[in-house]
């Protein structure tokens, strides 16, 4: 069965750190894009980054310079440390994997169950 | 950053009814359009992309269609399971910019 699985989240202080990690069974994610996507309490769902299956990454302003997205493939695995975090990085946050007709036009195929991440003090 | 707007916020139908929900962007993303299902406490699946290829497993009675700026899922004969929170999703950007609408609720009516 093609799975996602993410751990790492909970609750830290403002200004903290927090490193989120996803297992993947059933594929091998060196073949894929893989991406983080989170969801804030109520609201729509905000893509975070992606990393590349060169290891390239992408990021939107909103968490560029703070969070980093890596991966191990040995592991089929891959990770988002996330920095300097505030009241708006709260979130459910899931890994997702990259579909696509076209490399980097990509919808996302495969979710996790997310993780969910509290920034408070 | 292409906006996705999507209406309405919430839309009531009856069971067996068909629901019709719209999505559009702020600039064409040409065919690159993916709808998504969200039932409360469950991460999204992928229900449509490419505007309109349904993703492995998805019932008939779901249709994307449209192209550019303008999409629909269509939903027809509603069935209890599908009263979700739908989303759209653009991924026509470079460098990467992936975005999503803030979602239409389903209701049952």
């Known amino acids: 069965e093609v799975q996602l699985v993410e751990s790492g989240g909970g609750l830290v202080q403002p200004g903290g750190s927090l490193r989120l990690s996803c297992a993947a069974s059933g594929f091998i994610i060196s073949t894929y894009d893989m991406h983080w996507i989170r969801q804030a309490p109520g609201k729509g769902l905000e893509w975070v980054s992606a990393?590349?299956?060169?290891?390239?990454?992408f990021y939107p302003d909103s968490v560029k310079g703070r969070f980093t997205i890596s991966r191990e493939n040995a592991k089929n695995s891959f990770y988002l440390q996330m920095n300097s975090l505030t009241a708006e990085d709260t979130a459910v946050y899931y890994c997702a994997r990259g579909g696509t007709l076209d490399k980097w036009k990509e919808y996302f195929d495969v979710w996790g169950r997310g993780t969910l991440v509290i920034v408070s003090s | 950053e292409i906006v996705m707007t999507q209406s309405p916020a919430t839309l009531s139908v009856s069971p067996g009814e068909r629901a019709t929900l719209s999505c559009r962007a702020s600039q064409s993303v040409s065919s690159n359009l993916a709808w998504y299902q969200q039932k409360p406490g469950q991460a999204p699946r992928l229900l449509i992309y490419a505007a309109s290829t349904r993703a492995t497993g998805i019932p008939a009675r779901f249709t994307g269609s449209g192209s550019g700026t303008a999409f629909t899922l269509t939903i027809s004969s509603l069935q209890s399971e599908d009263f979700a929170v739908y989303h759209c999703?653009?991924?026509?950007?470079?460098?990467?910019?992936?975005?999503f609408g803030q979602g239409t609720k389903l209701e049952i009516k």
């Open positions: 990393v590349g299956t060169i290891a390239d990454t």
């Open positions: 999703q653009q991924y026509n950007n470079w460098p990467p910019m992936y975005t």
